[in-house]
């Protein structure tokens, strides 16, 4: 019965979209397989390497960002434990966002690998990670380092804007959308984070230096972890990222 309405399902897909995904995997079959960490205070590039990095080696991202606000959105009771410390721009507790980055990493669209946005953030985080990963017969490959200095943040986070379904980024002066709050790709409205304010970003910040720098530490130690020039342009960070995933 399910395979018969999977059938069904993919009769009234469209032919151009079954031949772009056929292609897609043909091409991503030919990729090694990647887990990639990437680590850096708000505002420092991940989300705009990501996508990128995603589409080049068919990896799926996860952002624990992004599902933490999805969570909240749809009033989930994980939305509902993670939203006060999220408002506050602090981080919610570690067996929260353990327990679903664990879940999303059994998609299929994980298959090759995956990179792992925002997560972890807490030394916990990593060796619990670490510990997923040993069950799995599989271990981190790199660790991307987006260094940057705080004062470049500001104006990157408060001029930020998103398009909440695929991730994309914009910003109203270093990469302003075709037509004022509206997805170039889509046409649907883009949004403002609320915790991309200055007061926030503060708190944000702290808790970067405080609990998310020690995991540049832990991995360092195990020498997977490459630093980049984040606070170079996005096409130049991109060639560093190039640079470092295809040693
Ligand atoms: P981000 O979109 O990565 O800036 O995350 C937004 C907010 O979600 C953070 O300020 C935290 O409150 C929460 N968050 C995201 N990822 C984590 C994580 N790995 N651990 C704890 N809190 C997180």
């Keep these: ?6 059938a069904l399902a993919l009769e009234d897909v469209p032919s151009v979209d079954l031949m772009t995904e056929l292609l897609r995997r043909m091409k991503c079959s030919s990729k090694p ?20 990095i995603k589409d080049d080696y068919c ?14 959105a749809a009033k989930t009771p994980l939305g509902v434990k993670a939203k006060e410390a999220m408002d506050k721009g602090e981080l919610v507790s570690d067996d929260l966002v353990v327990g679903i980055i664990d879940e ?15 997560f972890p953030r807490t030394v916990v985080q990593a060796q619990k990670l670490d510990e997923v990963l040993e069950k799995q017969g599989v271990r981190v490959d790199k660790v ?15 001029g930020r804007w998103i398009h909440p379904s695929s991730g994309r980024s914009y910003h109203t002066k270093f990469a302003p959308p075709k037509t004022p709050g509206v997805d170039d790709v889509t046409g649907e409205p ?28 832990y991995y360092a130690k195990k020498g997977i972890v490459a630093n980049l020039h984040a606070e170079k342009a996005p096409k130049e960070v991109t060639s560093e990222v190039q640079k470092v995933l295809s040693s």
């Design 1 to 6: 019965m399910a395979a018969n309405s999977a």
């Design 33 to 52: 397989d990647k887990r990639l960490i990437l680590i850096g205070p708000p505002g420092s590039g991940k989300g705009t390497q990501s996508p990128i």
């Design 59 to 72: 990896l799926c991202h996860l952002a624990t960002g992004d599902m933490l606000r999805a969570a909240v």
């Design 104 to 118: 999303a990493m059994k998609k299929p669209s994980c298959q090759k690998g995956f990179i792992l946005d925002g």
């Design 144 to 158: 991307l380092n987006f260094a940057i200095d705080d004062a470049i943040l500001e104006e990157r986070i408060t």
């Design 190 to 217: 883009l949004i403002q984070r609320k915790d991309d304010t200055v007061a926030v970003l503060k708190s944000r910040l702290e808790a970067f230096h405080r609990q998310t720098e020690p995991v540049i530490d």
